[in-house]
């Protein structure tokens, strides 16, 4: 396992709650610390972006970043 997907129920109310936010924290830490990068789903807009870059988490998903291809679209 190279990377570490963070599940979106912690990150669509990520701006808003404190608890979502201590959670997926907390599991970035342990993730680096395990030399793991971490990915976070459902990224929605731009303010759960900002969340997630002072947060630390190397990658993002989800609309507010790109909506989904077709696997045709990428050849």
């Known amino acids: 396992m190279d ?3 963070i599940d979106g129920v912690f990150i669509k109310n990520i701006v808003a709650s404190p608890i979502d936010q201590a959670m997926v924290n907390s599991i970035n830490e342990i993730g680096q610390v395990m030399g793991k990068q971490t990915i976070a789903e459902c ?6 972006l900002e969340v997630l ?3 630390g988490i190397n ?3 989800g609309y507010g970043i790109g909506r989904p291809r077709s696997i045709e679209d990428l050849a």
């Open 3 to 5: 990377f570490l997907k």
């Open 43 to 48: 990224v929605e807009n731009e303010s759960i």
């Open 53 to 55: 870059r002072d947060i």
């Open 59 to 61: 990658y993002v998903q």
